[in-house]
């Protein structure tokens, strides 16, 4: 494979970034996400990809429900507390304000355009990511906004690089 000719068709992709919440046993959960898809238009389903290396997905591979929140240009400050903290060791939603969604997910309430998610399975294909498919329990939307895109947080540095897998106990 020519990985330059794939990262350059990935980049003109240019994928919007979310922030996926999950949580389990009073345990919360969060991370930036730029995988993630439209799976099925009846009943809607909904992909996302999470990376082994993170907190988010420990937490995300016994817990039954997610929210998906649709980042807009003017979150820059959510991206980088999501995609540069690590959960193990930072409480990600302090100083927030939230809302519990179902299976008690944390909602972020600067966030109105997001989605409840039940898991239906993880796949997982030896990558250093899985895929949470899902069914859509509920979707909320505002007015229309631009998304904020994988282009304009590059400059973040992520909390784990995709190498760093955890083993799970």
């Known amino acids: 494979m020519n990985k330059r000719s794939f990262d350059q068709l990935m980049a003109a992709v240019d994928a919007p970034l979310i922030v996926v919440t999950t949580a389990l046993d009073g345990e919360k959960a969060g991370c930036l996400a730029g995988f993630h898809t439209q799976s099925s238009i009846g009943p809607a389903g909904y992909c996302v990809w999470l990376s082994k ?3 988010t997905y420990r937490v995300g591979l016994r817990a039954t429900h997610f ?3 649709f980042l807009t240009d003017a979150d820059m400050a959510l991206a980088e507390r999501f995609g540069t903290l690590s959960g193990e060791d930072t409480d990600k939603f302090a100083g927030l304000d939230l809302e519990t969604g179902a299976g ?3 909602l972020l309430t600067a966030c109105p355009n997001r989605m409840a998610l039940e898991r239906v ?3 997982d294909d030896g990558g250093d990511h899985v895929c949470l ?3 859509v329990l509920s979707a ?3 007015a229309d906004f631009a998304p904020l895109r994988l282009s304009d947080a590059s400059h973040l540095d992520p909390g784990h690089e995709s190498e760093e897998r955890a083993i799970q106990p």
């Open 133 to 135: 498919t899902t069914r």
């Open 53 to 55: 290396a993170n907190h």
């Open 67 to 69: 929210a998906v929140h």
């Open 104 to 106: 008690g997910v944390p």
């Open 140 to 142: 909320e939307s505002g």
């Open 121 to 123: 399975t993880i796949l």
